[in-house]
């Protein structure tokens, strides 16, 4: 299996934001609709995304997850932003934006909830974070056995 390492889509800062493969089990990839115009990375040039319908994120449970993330203070946006789950939809409570933690740029993901105990938790704790699949920049590595 290929490793993934995700960075931050501008050319001047390309930092390490997570890494993707078999093995991080604390992420997986669901659709969002809704929301806020993120980041769009394509072809070298970084801009908002021009829709915010059938989105893919990778969805992390855990902030140390991970390598370098940058989150915003509470927000108080009233977008809806919903992820579909098993064919069903889940509305997800936008709380926080997600940005490069060196350079500071973004919004490159949201962080939210889904139910009213991580709503009442001030710590974000709680927190879901989705990262926009086309806000970063992804590097392929071959696994050891490809090469």
């Not at 070298?44 to 829709?51: D, I, R, T």
Request: charged share 20%; proline share 5%; aromatic share 8%.
């Amino acid at each position: 299996m290929a490793t993934t390492i995700l960075r931050c889509p501008f050319s001047s800062c390309r930092s390490r934001i997570i890494k993707t493969d078999d093995e991080n089990t604390n992420i997986k990839t669901v659709t969002g609709n809704g929301g806020p115009r993120l980041l769009q990375f394509s072809d070298g040039e970084v801009s908002l995304n021009s829709s915010t319908e059938n989105l893919k994120f990778y969805q992390v449970n855990d902030m140390w997850t991970f390598d370098n993330i940058g989150v915003s203070k509470p927000t108080s946006m009233d977008d809806e932003f919903s992820i579909t789950i098993d064919g069903g939809s889940v509305p997800v409570h936008i709380e926080r934006y997600l940005t490069c933690a060196d350079c500071d740029k973004g919004p490159i993901g949201i962080a939210g909830s889904v139910n009213k105990e991580a709503l009442e938790d001030p710590s974000g704790s709680k927190l879901i974070y989705y990262l926009y699949t086309g806000s970063v920049f992804q590097e392929v590595s071959p696994s050891p056995i490809d090469t």
